[in-house]
């Protein structure tokens, strides 16, 4: 699967590691998550060809759902120390 990156509005052939082109990124932002429902979906729908591998597939849907606040780990140790 070497296919190279396209934007994935336009199919335009883009070099760096995102989805978008330069110009679809000024029209929608940096954020995935402020970007329209269908751009998500077609974002999603790229992944999913990109990265058959079910494991790395999951991570990535962790990696979507995670909150920044839940990136704060509570070790369950700490309770032990009071
Ligand atoms: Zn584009």
Known sequence: MSQ???CVV???PITW???ICEKHRKEYGDNLRD????????VKDTRREQYSDE???R????????DPK???SVDP???DRF
């Not at 970007?35 to 077609?42: D, G, I, R, T, V």
């Open 59 to 66: 991570l990535l849907d962790m990696i979507d759902d995670l």
């Open 10 to 12: 336009c199919g335009k």
């Open 4 to 6: 190279a990156k396209k």
């Open 17 to 19: 590691r995102f989805w």
């Open 70 to 72: 839940h990136l704060i």
């Open 77 to 79: 140790q700490d309770e």
């Open 35 to 42: 970007w329209p429902e269908w751009l998500q979906f077609l």
């Open 55 to 57: 494991r790395q597939q």
